[in-house]
């Protein structure tokens, strides 16, 4: 069983006024693990370039429209082929070999093909991504922009802030268990977990671009997931 990350000790007063130090741990033998890393700036300024050299062409935005395949309540969203960007793809199975060898103790790459599908989600004011999963291994998302004013607009909600925020639900709510992850966009944010963990993300009031790549990596026996993100 692995342990979670939380280990510390405390002093119990007992009942004849003695104090007998107490170690404890605390197991996390069901959910699952969320990576987060920094994505390096040089993939943050490529797919930055390749997104906008798509959505800022009319032509282009519709030859990679994406959002049919997607959940999304969002205007654009755009698929991108990720083996434009020298680097990326080994910087995917990097990660993926990472965090299997963390949860599973296996390199899921040996003896599989893998695929990937990489899209870019451009969103504005009101547009929002509803509680959905996805089809495949492991999942991940990098943020690549934030709108001028987002942090003036999440510092202002004092009660449980959310605006634009990226938010991971676990288990069912009650007192023994933590069931939601909020991730706060911040740029070159990276963020790779189990597809099927249920997430969404919340609209925001601020002016601009709330971009984000989004990602599914798939490790299959047979051949490569078919698409542009092969």
């Known amino acids: 069983m692995k342990k979670a990350t939380t280990h510390g000790t405390i002093k119990e007063a007992m009942a004849e006024q003695t104090q007998t130090k107490l170690s404890y741990d605390i197991y996390q033998p069901f959910g699952p693990s969320i990576l987060k890393t920094k994505l390096p ?6 797919l930055n370039v390749e997104a906008d050299r798509i959505l800022h062409d009319e032509k282009l935005s519709k030859e990679h429209d994406w959002s049919h395949n997607l959940a999304g309540n969002v205007k654009k969203e755009i698929a991108i082929d990720q083996n434009k960007i020298k680097g990326f793809p080994e910087f995917l199975i ?16 040996e003896g599989s093909k893998v695929g990937f599908r990489t899209w870019i989600v451009s969103q504005v004011a009101g547009d ?3 509680v959905h999963i996805h089809d495949a291994n492991l999942s991940g998302v ?5 709108p001028k004013g987002f942090k003036k607009e ?6 449980h802030p959310t605006a634009g925020c990226l938010e991971f639900l676990g288990s ?5 268990a933590r069931h939601s992850y909020i991730a706060k966009p911040e740029i070159g944010d990276f963020y790779l977990f189990p597809s099927w963990l249920t997430h969404q993300v919340y609209p925001f ?13 798939h490790f299959t026996m ?5 698409g542009v993100n092969v």
């Open 41 to 46: 700036q040089q993939y943050t300024d490529l």
């Open 94 to 109: 990097t990660m993926a070999k990472v965090y299997y060898k963390h949860t599973i103790d296996k390199d899921p790459i």
């Open 128 to 130: 929002f991504n509803p």
């Open 142 to 146: 990098a943020f690549l922009k934030i």
């Open 154 to 159: 999440y510092e202002k909600e004092d009660h």
């Open 172 to 176: 069912i709510p009650n007192h023994f």
């Open 205 to 217: 009031r601020s002016k601009g671009e709330r971009r984000s790549l989004a990602f599914n990596v």
């Open 222 to 226: 047979d051949a490569p997931v078919k």
